[in-house]
């Protein structure tokens, strides 16, 4: 008898087929036979360390240059397309929110995801965001046409609103699979130092941004600082995807704890018989919704933010209204704060790593107060234009590190290394949560009770912050 074969047979075969595929290239490789020489496993060992080091170094740099150009770009973008600072605020604020929101989201994917394809596609899509927000200004212009009654430029800020904030999401998903990558690839006796060491990314990725983003701008064109970052983070997402691996495991290799720290028992997370969903709900529960450290140090992240982005973006007008600097004077001063602040992640890290053996919450408490005397220091100084910068300069330094390690070396080694990528997108949550209130709450504080309450806004929240890391105090990772 003659089997008949129709259009809608070959749909539903194809259909799994497809999805199957796709499934399969995000998803986590599995674990392979060991490699048993081990002068080999020595040798493959220190050669992927270093690779998965730099290549996530140079990763986290370029998705800055994707992230920060557009602090370069509002001045241009505001006379060209004659946007008021409310509406470019508003841009601003979507990457938060997307930002917030995605990096939770994308940590649950990122713990079952293969960092070499989900990390590079990430950046590849925060490209194509990009380039979909510069290439926007070119067919809708404002003033030119209405569309349903709404004005040209109205209907560009929303569009220019949606790509950004798809770039947020796609940007989002960076910290969670690095964080994923420096828990499998570093034990804990050496994370601090390592993950101090990545940390400093982020400064030389917005250095290098707002440097490459204003040449750009300079020359070609606002659009330029979208483009040209862009085209390089394509390349980039290319060589990333070359060089990433997920875990040891997956290359024959043992892990990190068994080969550094033998003499540690490796606990298990559950009972499970296999790494399944069930599984991996039941140790999220355990180590992230039902976690009292967690959540405080979800608390804690949002202060840290609140005092991070509220002297990152204001202390410049600060200094000029407050104490009637210059504006190239003051940008000087603000320009100590992430120079010191490198110094201050790295020095986080190592001490931790050092002195206190794997406990990070003395190094928080420690310079947690140390930002509370640097504010009061700003503040009070009248006398000596020197001691401004020393005191911004201490503001960076003292507030990298817990910025560095509270949300997320603490986080992962409060958790589950089988959920590092998940603790660490929860408590980042929570910061982009602070620096949503940072930007509106040191407006309202200004407003309402002048730069002195901006001041005591930054120093209460260190105070708060210091006071949620005090119980934490004899808190050792995993």
Not at 393 to 406: A, D, E, R, S
Request: charged fraction near 15%.
């Amino acid at each position: 008898m003659e089997t008949r074969i129709t259009s809608e047979h070959l749909t539903q075969d194809k259909k799994p087929f497809q999805f199957n595929k796709f499934a399969t290239f995000f998803s986590a490789p599995a674990d392979v036979l060991p490699i048993q020489d081990i002068n080999k496993v020595k040798n493959i060992y220190a050669q992927w360390r270093l690779r998965i080091f730099y290549s996530i170094f140079i990763g986290y740099v370029v998705f800055y240059l994707c992230k920060k150009n557009i602090c370069a770009a509002m001045p241009q973008m505001s006379t060209e397309l004659g946007f008021t600072n409310t509406e470019l605020g508003m841009l601003g604020s979507t990457l938060y929110l997307t930002y917030g929101i995605g990096k939770f989201v994308n940590g649950i994917i990122a713990d079952r995801a293969n960092v070499k394809t989900f990390l590079p596609v990430a950046l590849f899509l925060s490209a194509i965001a990009n380039i979909c927000f510069a290439v926007s200004s070119i067919f809708i212009t404002p003033g030119q046409f209405t569309f349903f009654g709404l004005p040209s430029a109205t209907i560009l800020l929303w569009v220019l609103v949606f790509f950004w904030g798809c770039n947020g999401w796609f940007q989002s998903a960076g910290f969670p699979n690095i964080a994923k990558s420096l828990t499998y690839w570093y034990s804990n006796n050496e994370r601090g130092t390592k993950w101090a060491l990545w940390s400093t990314s982020h400064q030389t990725g917005t250095f290098i941004s707002i440097l490459l983003s204003g040449f750009l701008i300079a020359h070609l064109g606002w659009q330029a600082a979208f483009y040209i970052p862009a085209i390089l983070s394509v390349f980039v997402s290319f060589f990333l995807f070359e060089r990433l691996r997920d875990k040891p495991t997956t290359i024959g290799l043992p892990d990190i704890e068994e080969y550094r720290e033998p003499h540690m028992a490796v606990k298990k997370d559950c009972n499970c018989p296999s790494d399944d969903d069930e599984c991996y709900l039941e140790i999220f529960k355990k180590h992230i919704l039902f976690n009292k450290t967690i959540w405080m140090l979800a608390l804690a992240y949002i202060f840290v933010y609140i005092i991070r982005f509220g002297t990152e973006d204001w202390i410049i007008k600060y200094l000029v209204e407050a104490k009637n600097n210059s504006l190239s004077t003051a940008a000087m001063k603000l320009s100590f704060l992430p120079l010191f602040g490198i110094a201050g992640t790295i020095a986080a890290g190592y001490f931790s790593d050092k002195i206190f053996k794997g406990q990070r919450a003395p190094i928080n408490v420690i310079f947690l107060v140390g930002v509370i005397l640097a504010i009061l220091g700003l503040k009070f100084n009248t006398s000596l234009e020197v001691l401004d910068y020393t005191f911004i300069g201490l503001i960076g330094f003292f507030t990298y590190g817990p910025q560095m390690l509270i949300g997320g070396l603490c986080a992962v080694e409060s958790s589950s290394k089988k959920v590092a990528s998940a603790a660490t997108g929860f408590t980042g949550s929570f910061g982009y949560l602070g620096a949503m209130i940072s930007g509106v709450g040191t407006g309202v504080v200004i407003d309402k009770f002048s730069w002195d309450g901006a001041i005591y806004f930054w120093m209460i929240s260190a105070v708060l912050c210091l006071l949620l890391c005090i119980p934490m105090w004899n808190n050792k990772g995993k």
